[in-house]
């Protein structure tokens, strides 16, 4: 005879706590930073076309690039989340985020960093697929609203 349990139930039963915050904080971070980034680029692309390290075609394949690992990033992230677990997933992309942010740091050409930014994109589409799906997780059922959208609060 086996016996099921069900962990989804009692973790809607919980009130939210440490735990919940420290996710949401997590989380939070990793998403604040994604956002940051998308919206620097368009920034970052200005003086590129200024101080002539770029040209507008290339300018249009950066904003591409981004938008195309993101898509893939996004895309794959659910199965690699399902085999290897969404904390591994999570981190994974953000290491795969940080390496290619460096790398285009040190970027001689503008191929290079459009290169580079594709691979940001990836980590960039994946972190928001695991970010919001570790939410549903572990925030209960009447808090999830909330918290995606705004800090959990005491109640």
Known sequence: MSTSVNAGSRLDRLPIGPFHRRIMILIGIGMFFDGFDIYIAGTVLGVTLKTGFSTLAQNAAFISATFVG???????????????????????????????????????????????????????????????????????????GKCSASPPSAS
């Open 70 to 144: 993101m898509m893939l990033g996004s895309f794959g992230t659910g199965f690699l989340g399902d085999r290897y677990g969404r904390r591994f997933t999570y981190q994974f992309n953000l290491l795969l985020f940080g390496i290619a942010s460096l790398a285009a740091a040190f970027a001689p050409n503008m191929a290079f960093l459009i290169a580079c930014r594709f691979v940001m994109g990836v980590g960039l589409g994946a972190e928001n697929v695991v970010g919001y799906s570790t939410m549903t997780e572990f925030v209960p059922a009447r808090s999830r």
